[in-house]
């Protein structure tokens, strides 16, 4: 069992909270520190997003903090060692790697693969890793015991989400609305329904994302989803913080989103 089917398991039907903040902003050597005060706030799963120069499906908040993170030169391997030294004092708390292909094409999956099993990464999600592409992706994952998080869109059809289906380990992860990170207009009646729809197809558990940013619509989602996404708000509190406060402000915050989807 992976640490994330672990979680879920734990938390025996209450909603998990998986807060999003991207490595290496503001400053690579704060990072440790902020994933620390995500699960001091309350974080089940932490989603640690790869810096990379063209993120496509990121609205203008999370593109700031690639390029923050970019300014120090921070990449894949710098990240692993950001995840690596985060083991050192917790164990328990799931890690999924969230980014984009070309990094891991760089490095070559199998080797990814492995470096990220060694540093107690837990589960990757590529944004534009299709499933008909993600054949010898997952092969190499798989061969690790990492599992592979897929996107759903609102505009995905069933066949699709059928193939999902089949290859999605730990949870699969439901874009709550068409458009970037960050983007507003969220129809909470039209994703409860869309996930009603999903549960016929797939047998893990689901978490929302997109357009999630206060603790009314967490709670909001969480009646209907099994876990909550939240990143471009975490990110703008980086953003507005100093250095010092960054990790107390982002605890604090994490803590109100908990406690309303609880």
């Given amino acids: 069992m992976s640490r994330i089917e672990k979680r879920f398991a734990e938390l025996a039907g209450k909603k998990a909270l998986i807060p999003f903040i991207t490595a290496g902003d503001p400053n690579p050597g704060l990072t440790v520190s902020l994933m620390h005060g995500l699960v001091?706030?309350?974080?089940?799963?932490i989603e640690l997003g790869v810096p990379f120069s063209d993120p496509m499906a990121d609205g203008p908040v999370i593109q700031r903090a690639?390029?923050?993170a970019l300014v120090h030169k921070v990449g894949l391997?710098?990240?692993?060692?950001?995840?690596?030294?985060?083991?050192?004092?917790d164990e328990v708390t799931p890690v999924v790697l969230m980014g984009y292909l070309n990094p891991l094409c760089a490095m070559?999956?199998?080797?990814?693969?492995?470096?990220a099993k060694a540093a107690g990464v837990d589960g990757v999600l590529t944004?534009?890793?299709?499933?008909e592409e993600a054949v010898d992706l997952q092969a190499a994952l798989d061969a690790q015991g990492l599992d592979t998080v897929f996107l759903i869109a609102p505009t995905t059809p069933p066949a699709r989400?059928?193939?999902?289906?089949?290859l999605a380990r730990g949870y699969v992860y439901y874009v709550s609305l068409k458009g970037v990170t960050g983007a507003g207009h969220l129809d909470i009646d039209d994703v409860a329904r869309k996930i009603a729809a999903l549960r016929q197809q797939l047998p893990l558990p689901i978490g929302v994302g997109f357009?999630?940013?206060?603790?009314a619509t967490a709670k909001a989602i969480a009646t209907a989803a099994d876990a909550v996404v939240v990143g471009s708000r975490l990110v703008q509190e980086i953003e507005a913080a100093?250095?010092?406060?960054?990790k107390e402000q982002l605890t604090r915050l994490v803590a109100e989103l908990k406690a309303a989807i609880r």
Avoid: N, Q, W
């Fill in 161 to 166: 989400v059928a193939e999902i289906a089949k």
């Fill in 242 to 246: 100093t250095p010092e406060t960054a």
């Fill in 127 to 131: 944004v534009d890793c299709p499933p």
């Fill in 40 to 45: 001091d706030g309350g974080a089940d799963i």
């Fill in 211 to 215: 357009g999630i940013r206060d603790a």
């Fill in 77 to 89: 391997r710098h990240v692993l060692e950001m995840v690596a030294e985060f083991r050192r004092s």
């Fill in 108 to 115: 070559g999956y199998t080797e990814f693969a492995k470096r």
């Fill in 66 to 68: 690639s390029e923050r």
